[in-house]
T-cell receptor, first 115, second 113 residues
Framework: AQSVTQLDSHVSVSEGTPVLLRCNYSSSYSPSLFWYVQHPNKGLQLLLKYTSAATLVKGINGFEAEFKKSETSFHLTKPSAHMSDAAEYFCVVSFGSGNTGKLIFGQGTTLQVKP | KAGVTQTPRYLIKTRGQQVTLSCSPISGHRSVSWYQQTPGQGLQFLFEYFSETQRNKGNFPGRFSGRQFSNSRSEMNVSTLELGDSALYLC????????????FGQGTRLTVV
């Protein structure tokens, strides 16, 4: 069965330090992978996506993620955290054609950024 | 270009009632998907409509239904509301082809009392 696991429910960093949010997936097919961010009382915003092109994907606001097939991982990183990065982050998987509208979400990671 | 619009933003309903939520996708998008977000279960897929046909369905009871109109606007209906249906309901639109990303609306916050 297809699934996605976010390894940390809560991550706390200081402003200006690196961010690492971890995500592993399980799939029998070639997945499309996404990271979305949700600020309080807001909808979900796409940060970046992987669709079998380059394994290192750059997104908005300085975020990037690396697809590692051997580790079935798609971790999200940012070199320097900003206060405005505090939010809920979701690793999301979509599997194969014909299922493009069905996204499977991880449980989310709350990122706290301390001054 | 306008984003995904969900109406209403907030709803309070009584147990046993029914409710209809509306979603207007981005112009040109033919796929609309619905998700339920709760603190306990996270984000769960309800169903997807593409060109007025249900293309995918999640594991929700038959009280949850939807439809899509020829202009791609979609509605979701929940009948015989239960307290556990209280959630944020999110709509996402996409082109509906392989590997295209979904764009989400701000959601409808449903409270069942």
């Amino acid at each position: 069965a297809q699934s996605v696991t976010q390894l940390d429910s809560h991550v706390s960093v200081s402003e200006g330090t690196p961010v690492l949010l971890r995500c592993n997936y399980s799939s029998s097919y070639s997945p499309s992978l996404f990271w979305y961010v949700q600020h309080p009382n807001k909808g979900l915003q796409l940060l970046l996506k992987y669709t079998s092109a380059a394994t290192l994907v750059k997104g908005i606001n300085g975020f990037e993620a690396e697809f590692k097939k051997s580790e079935t991982s798609f971790h999200l990183t940012k070199p320097s955290a900003h206060m405005s990065d505090a939010a809920e982050y979701f690793c999301v998987v979509s599997f194969g054609s014909g299922n493009t509208g069905k996204l499977i979400f991880g449980q989310g990671t709350t990122l706290q950024v301390k001054p | 270009k306008a984003g995904v619009t969900q109406t209403p933003r907030y709803l309070i309903k009584t147990r046993g009632q029914q409710v209809t939520l509306s979603c207007s996708p981005i112009s040109g998008h033919r796929s609309v998907s619905w998700y339920q977000q709760t603190p306990g279960q996270g984000l769960q897929f309800l169903f997807e409509y593409f060109s007025e046909t249900q293309r995918n369905k999640g594991n929700f009871p038959g009280r949850f239904s939807g439809r899509q109109f020829s202009n791609s606007r979609s509605e979701m209906n929940v009948s015989t509301l239960e307290l556990g249906d209280s959630a944020l309901y999110l709509c996402a639109s996409s082109l509906g082809t392989t590997n295209t990303e979904a764009f989400f609306g701000q959601g409808t916050r449903l409270t069942v009392v």
